[in-house]
């Protein structure tokens, strides 16, 4: 079969592999219609997150199952399903207390309590580097799925792939970024990051009751495709000092809630990457940093942008002073999807509108220039491994 393969930072190629095979009687093959390169991915295509072998990339995609494992009992060949992020097992610890991501069993190398930069990880995630299991990814003709019985999702075949794609990842995470900040209502919402989990979370703090939903992002594209399809108020911080706009939008307490979708990938000058070098830090958290200063008093941020290292000078001070809420990590998407597919398909939501680019699988190392490098107006790109 035909896959995109990443053979090393800044280098991914569209490949002739092994098909995939059933491994364990849990496991289905998926004939994968649509996949999407994440954000995420350029953490690995950027060498932020390291990977020293060949990898199948994409944790973003769905399809019709194509053979099914023996002990499988919820799927059957034909089943057009999409497929959460996470690998999760379903009877661990974790799994049966509403935190998948965090499965006992599905990363067999790297599994730990730690959660440590080279090692002791969290559970499995589709083709995300060997530390997170070492899974082949979706960015391919053909995926095997394991514990196949716990997370894929029977989709109707009423509903186009770009209607439901985005219940994988980005759509959870947005909402996962909401939900844990417990909205009661009217509350204001700053966002920091208008990539497509920003835009996710903004659909979901309207929904979940938001009176004012603020868009932060140094990229006018960007922020001009928030506007449009989430009818969000708009800073560029290149522009203005998001910390001072925030302010004096909320009478000079802050935005009641603050999420972090950027990171640890945010815009930096070199003082702050000789900084980095110098601490040895992935990136920086200064995105992070400035959800603490714009949020109010007792007030609450929610961080779904990835951070992968420590970080010298840590704000802990303001954190204390403030009393804030904070809540952060991978979306535990297993917990909000059968909600959300039924959001999409009462039309409470819509969500192929952040799509900027559609394109075959074997155009994958032009689509990841453009995403990398936000040339043509690129937000999200959804690729055909089967043809347009």
Not at 134 to 143: I, K, M, P, T
Not at 169 to 185: C, E, M, R, V, Y
Request: proline content about 5%.
């Amino acid at each position: 079969m035909k896959a995109a393969v990443f053979h090393k930072p800044g280098d991914i190629s569209y490949d002739t592999v092994e098909d995939p095979k059933i491994e364990e009687g849990s496991d289905v093959i998926l004939k994968v219609t649509s996949t999407a390169i994440c954000g995420s991915d350029l953490h690995i295509y950027d060498g932020g997150i390291p990977q020293a072998k060949d990898l199948i990339m994409g944790h973003e995609f769905m399809g019709v199952v194509e053979e099914v494992g023996p002990a499988v009992k919820n799927l059957k060949r034909g089943d057009r399903v999409v497929v959460p992020f996470p690998i999760a097992c379903g009877h661990c610890f974790f799994c049966t207390h509403g935190a998948s991501p965090h499965c006992e069993n599905s990363n067999h190398e790297h599994y730990g309590p730690n959660g440590d930069l080279l090692d002791q990880k969290g559970g499995a995630l589709f083709g995300y580097t060997d530390l997170y299991g070492g899974y082949s990814g979706g960015q391919a003709e053909y995926v095997r799925v394991p514990y196949a019985d716990v997370s894929p999702r029977i989709v109707p075949d009423n509903m186009t792939d770009e209607q439901v794609l985005f219940l994988t990842d980005i759509f959870p995470t947005g909402w996962s970024a909401i939900d844990w900040a417990q909205l009661k209502g009217g509350e204001v919402v700053a966002i920091f990051g208008s990539g497509p989990v920003g835009l996710m979370a903004q659909k979901a703090a309207w929904i979940n009751g938001a009176s004012r939903v603020i868009a932060i992002d140094p990229l006018d594209y960007r922020l001009k495709r928030a506007k449009e399809v989430n009818k969000v108020d708009t800073i560029n911080p290149n522009k203005v000092d998001p910390i001072e706009a925030i302010r004096e939008m909320t009478g000079g307490r802050g935005a009641d809630v603050c999420v972090d979708a950027v990171g640890f990938e945010a815009e930096r000058n070199m003082l702050e990457k000789l900084k980095a070098t110098l601490n040895f830090e992935k990136g920086s958290s200064k995105v992070l940093e400035n959800c603490f200063k714009a949020v109010r008093r007792g007030g609450t941020v929610t961080v779904v942008g990835v951070y992968g290292t420590p970080y010298d000078n840590f704000p802990v001070h303001r954190m204390f002073d403030k009393g804030i809420t904070i809540k952060q990590g991978q979306a535990p998407v297993l917990n909000y999807i059968d909600h959300l597919i039924e959001l999409v398909k009462q039309e409470k939501v819509v969500l192929d509108d952040i799509i900027s680019h559609k394109l075959p699988l074997s155009e994958v190392a032009h689509a990841f220039d453009i995403f990398k490098n936000k040339q043509d107006e690129c937000v999200k790109v959804v690729l055909k491994p089967h043809g347009m």
